[in-house]
């Protein structure tokens, strides 16, 4: 019996993948089709597939061509499989001619013409390359210049700025095409804003952004006020644009799965989040707002948004300038607390304790790939870790990219009521003396 074997992501199925599958079926008599899972598609940097495993596997069923459908994990999985089925060829499209002649050591190799005109990725609507403008007060990038370039369908084209020197450095520095000082002139060439300035500034350029039918991407908090955000938000939606507030830490792989992960009782009832952070170490000294913002978002995460208590007692050094807090913020039977400061040595960790163990991402945890589990009844620590490149911002941006392509407004990431509850804690820390 003659054994091929094919592999693809066969994300939005087409005719192209349909034409593959039933070649590869002809050229023997026992087909088997290795689909990529997810995490194995991120590992090599396809961020942007649509379709789950379930849904991807479904549509290679229907086909009917296939007698075994198995999953691709992990790289150098293919020989491991040669081996262990007995493939005699290995089906592959002729964009990979010459990628698995390595393989031919093992079986045959075939590289079949691609079907023309027709691709995963058009479908997608990638081939359209949305302008992106990024509108600061400092030089400094954040990465979204650089992160970008690791997404498909976006540019950063423009710049702008009050101030025309820091407009001018900023667009040097980074090699943009553009820079103004006029905000409404260097809106009407763009689709996406970035809005980075400082916090007093930010809820005008968004509302300005969003009235002009922008996309907008802002650094959290976007504001301090509770109804000036319900009010962004209730924009977005009138004039039908996205408004993503940027934390990274929810676009992060390891910090969902660890949610998930808790929300699915791995260390029983939570009764305790702690997390530790030092405004020196994140993203390289920011505001305490623009710091806390993080933490408030991971304990939304962990114990949801029906927080009954916050309370904050900051320590002031001898000028009266704010050094460091220990913030508590009471939910039935659990508590969180928020260790910050700056200047003052702060071992950044996050920490939940539950009823049967605690997990802990150690250092920078709102910005990794890695944490790790003590259970009861367990004997050692169980480390998961995943891939994490880059700063995060690249992982925002694809999302973004598929909620436009999907017409939603609302980021699943971080709802509304999600950003609208955090900023309601933040303003009772603020009240603080
Ligand atoms: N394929 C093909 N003809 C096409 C598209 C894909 O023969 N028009 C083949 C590929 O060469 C590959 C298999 O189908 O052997 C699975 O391809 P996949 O990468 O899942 O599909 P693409 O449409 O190429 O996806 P993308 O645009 O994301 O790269």
Redesign the pocket.
């Known amino acids: 019996m003659k054994k091929v074997i094919?592999?693809?992501?066969?994300?939005?199925f087409?005719?192209?993948?349909y034409?593959?599958?039933k070649r590869a079926k002809e050229l023997g008599d026992y087909l088997i089709v290795g689909v990529?899972s997810e995490s194995y598609d991120i590992e090599r940097g396809?961020l942007?597939?649509r379709d789950s495993l379930l849904k991807r596997i479904e549509n290679v069923r229907k086909t009917g061509f296939a007698d075994e459908i198995i999953i691709e994990e992990y790289q150098g999985q293919k020989v491991s499989d040669i081996i262990k089925y007995n493939i005699d060829i290995l089906?592959?499209?002729?964009?990979?001619r010459g990628k698995f002649d390595y393989l031919k050591n093992y079986c045959e190799v075939r590289y079949?013409?691609?079907?023309?005109?027709?691709?995963?990725?058009?479908?997608?609507g990638e081939g359209t390359i949305y302008s992106v403008g990024v509108v600061t007060d400092d030089s400094n990038d954040s990465g979204i210049v650089v992160e970008s370039k690791f997404v498909s369908g976006v540019h950063v084209e423009s710049v702008f700025s009050q101030d025309q020197t820091v407009a001018e450095e900023f667009c040097e520095k980074y090699e943009l095409d553009s820079y103004s000082t006029d905000y409404e002139k260097f809106l009407s060439s763009l689709d996406i804003v970035y809005i980075k300035p400082e916090l007093k500034n930010r809820a005008a350029y968004i509302e300005k952004a969003i009235e002009k039918g922008k996309y907008v991407i802002s650094d959290s908090p976007m504001t301090l006020e509770p109804e000036t955000l319900k009010g962004l938000f209730a924009k977005a939606v009138e004039h039908k644009v996205v408004l993503v507030e940027k934390i990274m830490l929810v676009y992060l792989r390891a910090f969902n799965q660890l949610v998930w992960l808790t929300h699915g009782d791995l260390v029983g009832k939570v009764v305790s989040v702690k997390c530790a952070i030092s405004q020196d170490d994140f993203d390289g000294g920011k505001t305490f707002n623009e710091t806390v913002v993080y933490a408030i978002c991971a304990i939304i995460k962990l114990l949801g948004m029906k927080c009954t208590e916050v309370t904050s007692n900051p320590v002031k050094d001898e000028n009266g300038k704010f050094i460091y807090d220990m913030i508590t913020m009471k939910y039935p039977g659990a508590l969180a607390t928020i260790e910050i400061g700056s200047t003052v040595d702060i071992e950044n960790e996050l920490v939940v304790i539950g009823s049967k163990g605690r997990v802990t991402i150690p250092n920078d945890w709102w910005n990794t790939g890695y944490f790790e589990a003590k259970v009861e009844g367990r004997e050692f620590l169980k480390r998961y870790s995943f891939n994490f490149e880059g700063n995060g911002f690249r992982y925002l941006l694809q999302e973004l990219m598929i909620m436009i392509s999907d017409k939603r407004t609302e980021c699943t990431r971080l709802f509304y009521e999600e950003s609208q509850a955090l900023v309601q804690i933040l303003k009772k820390i603020n009240q603080r003396g």
């Open positions: 094919t592999y693809g992501t066969f994300d939005l087409h005719q192209g993948h034409n593959i599958i990529t396809k942007n597939v089906v592959v499209g002729s964009d990979w079949l013409e691609r079907t023309k005109n027709i691709s995963s990725t058009q479908l997608r």
